[in-house]
């Protein structure tokens, strides 16, 4: 546990950080950001998409202004319309997104009163005439008269103005002041207002304010459903017409049952009694509703007031409905910001939450989410703080997105099954700090993993190889074992003559190139370079990374050497240095591969007989003047791969058992019919050589030679024509026997 100190602590700190958030002793704006967007995204995705159409939506829209006029409209004209709403359309409740906070004085009364005071003040017939034209010319009286005994509900705001500026007259607040004297309610409070001439507002008896609450972000979620003002509580539009539509219940404050109101954080709830039962709507600590919006714009049906008024609309389309005034006619729209659009009709605002109040879709977001979120963040970063540490990777990762899926799961479950909102940024970025802390931990921690392999196997393996390793650095270990590997020697030819014939920093500069050509070889095919021997290279293959054609590898390798010495070659020339030619012995077997040395001195290399074997054939490729020679075991691996030509049994110093040895041509589909014609060939004269067929080993030979001239063909001509002159014996089992290394 020790070794992952660091990571707890680290991990602890960014818990209690979080938990500090989530309790509120601090807020962190960019979490509050994320959470609004989560909110947001939750709200379009869950909205049903369906038109209510219990509520529609009177639009002062581009062809009512056309027909009637520009708005403001004369006082006359909307009395017109409460009469025909009522008494035509027979609607259950009239709400106005709109405030009438000015005298109408379109009719001309205002100067025929002037008249009446100065000119014509001595004129009783026009006296007589004024005070007959005042009740058909008093368009607000007669708006006023039409409100009245009707469930019509005016619509005025508040404002927060420096000057506390007020106009009109408010209606009478629903809860007096003092209704919270003693409880701990975070009301939304203002300094001002715009509101409804006195005789409008005494008609209708009603009203509401249309002030949704803009969030941080300048998006409307909420609308305070009880604002406070001087004390007293005053309801908002959709509120007093949802009260008025159930026949004026008085509101009720809604608390848990059996808690201490002047300690809980804020009421929950507001509850409407009528005959048919309890509504109960749901409010934050602001005493605001989320608003349940249905959907995008158009969530509600839209009728053209110049359609009501001019008779056009079936009854049966507003009969019995909530109506709700508002406009969408350019330069009179009220457009907000909303979690569904950026440009949203003010008046939907309320036909949404009217329609969620009655169907009881309003989320719920109490003050108690703060104390589950509280609890979700600690459960979950106490999980991760101490469990993440102390696993893989890839089940650190398994558990971060069960721990992920849990709390969406939870979430979602609250928000579906119980209505309620709960916060889910905090937990996200706690998941997702936890996690990115100890992937990244364990990212630099593996970095030091790889150096450290680096620094083992860096100068033997390729860089290729030591990654691959450094995502497991367990299996891997300088530790001796025995394991099936190929090795391989390469030996410069006649090195000591060209060594002479150089200057010191000549041949320095020729072995570098040379070694340095060579060693690229071995690294790009997989090969662990083991030491430079002089000009020799010793490189072997299959660890300490697991290599299944380490055989292969090997044999490329060896034939690729062979391609890059002529490039070489020619290089050398060009400076008038000699050109370099090399053997190459390559075998595979058992060995013992790992660190081995003295405290001094350690190198990671391969050990056994399978190795001294590569070395003897390196030895013996000069004797049969071929430039590679692979072992047995080497050749069985890969006989179906790459065409060996079979150069003899052979029984090197130090073994008694003898062993074929081959000099591979290349691969299979690689070599010319020719070059396969002449293998075919000499296949015949080997079997005639051990067959103690001389005659006809000789007539093979010959003609192999006119092919192409080897020292091969030659080596066995000579080995002929002694053996005919002294016959071997019937015993003779065609091995060849070296006595030196």
Known sequence: MKQHLIRFVLGGIILLVLLGHSARVYQIPLINHLDSIIYDAKVRLTMPQRVDERVVILDIDEKSLAEVGRWPWGRD???????????????????????????????????????????????????????????????????????????????????????????????????????????????????GYGANLPNLQQAAGVAGHFNPLVDFDGTSRRVPLLAEYKGAYYESLSLAMVR?????????????????????????????????????????????????????????????????????????????????????????????????????????????????????????KPSYVLGADVVLVFLAGGIMVFLLPLLTP?????VSVIVLLALLTINTAFWYGGNLVLPLANSLVLVALLYALNMSWGYFIESRTKRQLTGLFGQYVPPELVEEMSRDPENYSMAGRKAELTVLFSDVRGFTTISEGLEPDELATLMN?????????????????????GDAIMAFWGAPVDDAEHAKHAVITALEMHVALIELNK??????????????????????VGDMGSPVRQSYTVMGDAVNLGSRLEGITKQYGVGTIAGESTRELLKKEVVFRELDKVRVKGKDEPVGIYEPVGFEGNVSKDDLDELKLWNQALRAYRSQNWDQAEVLLLNLTRIKPRYLYELYSLRVAHLRKEPPGEGWDGVTTFETK
Do not use: C
């Open 571 to 592: 290089d050398l020339s060009a400076k008038g240095w000699p050109e370099l030619k090399i053997g190459i012995g390559v075998n595979t077997g058992v060995m013992t």
């Open 513 to 533: 190139e040379y070694l340095g050509a060579m060693t690229k070889i071995v690294r790009k095919n997989r090969g662990t370079l083991d030491k430079y021997i």
């Open 394 to 398: 890839f089940r650190a990762t398994v």
């Open 77 to 191: 004209k909307l009395a017109g319309l409460m009469d025909r709403l009522f008494t035509q359309y027979k609607v259950s409740v009239v709400g106005f997104d709109v405030v009438f906070a000015e005298p109408d004085d379109s009719s001309g009364m205002k100067s025929l009163d002037a008249l009446a005071k100065k000119e014509l003040r001595d004129n009783s017939s026009f006296q007589s005439l004024v005070k007959d034209l005042r009740p058909r010319l008093d368009f607000d009286a007669r708006f006023a008269d039409s409100l009245k005994n009707r469930p019509v509900v005016l619509g005025y705001y508040f404002s927060n103005q420096s000057d506390a500026t007020t106009s009109g007259e408010l209606p009478p607040p629903v809860l007096p002041v003092g209704s919270f004297k003693g409880k701990n309610v975070a009301f939304t409070g203002w300094s």
């Open 244 to 364: 008025l539509l159930l026949g004026g219940p008085k509101i009720v404050p809604g608390y848990p049952p059996g808690v201490d109101t002047r300690d809980y954080g804020a009421m929950e709830w507001l509850e409407l009694p009528t005959a048919r039962g309890t509504l109960r709507i749901p409010v934050d600590e602001n005493a605001a509703a989320l608003v349940p919006y249905r959907g995008y714009r158009g969530s509600f049906n839209y009728v053209s007031i110049a359609d009501v008024l001019a008779g056009r609309t079936p009854v049966e389309q507003l009969a019995g409905k909530i109506v709700l005034v508002g406009t969408t006619a350019p330069g009179l729209m009220d457009l907000r910001v909303t979690p569904v659009s950026n440009a949203y009709p003010g008046v939907e605002i309320h036909a949404n939450l009217i329609a969620g109040m009655l169907e009881g879709s309003v989320k719920y």
